[in-house]
């Protein structure tokens, strides 16, 4: 029965230093994403905000220049009824 609160203890302990630890990883990560974003900023003068929107742009560009393309003929308009 001695060893029952050493148990609990170390367990306890082991709980702390993965609390401890998953706390330091969020905030690490969380400081690389803004030094990281900073930098991208930096480089392109682009912020990450930014990226979505210009993608956006991009493609509905693309999709208006592929509908401005003649269209294939359909069988149904060469016949007249």
Do not use: K, N
């Amino acid at each position: 029965m001695g060893s029952l609160p050493l148990t609990i203890l170390a367990f306890a302990g082991y709980v702390l230093a993965l609390l401890c630890a998953l706390l330091a990883y969020r905030v690490g990560v969380a400081v690389g994403s803004r030094r990281a974003h900073r930098l991208w900023t930096e480089w392109t003068g682009i912020s990450p905000a930014e990226l979505h929107s210009r993608a956006f742009d991009r493609e509905l560009r693309q999709l208006r220049r592929a509908i401005g393309r003649p269209a294939d003929p359909w069988p149904e308009q060469g016949r007249e009824d």
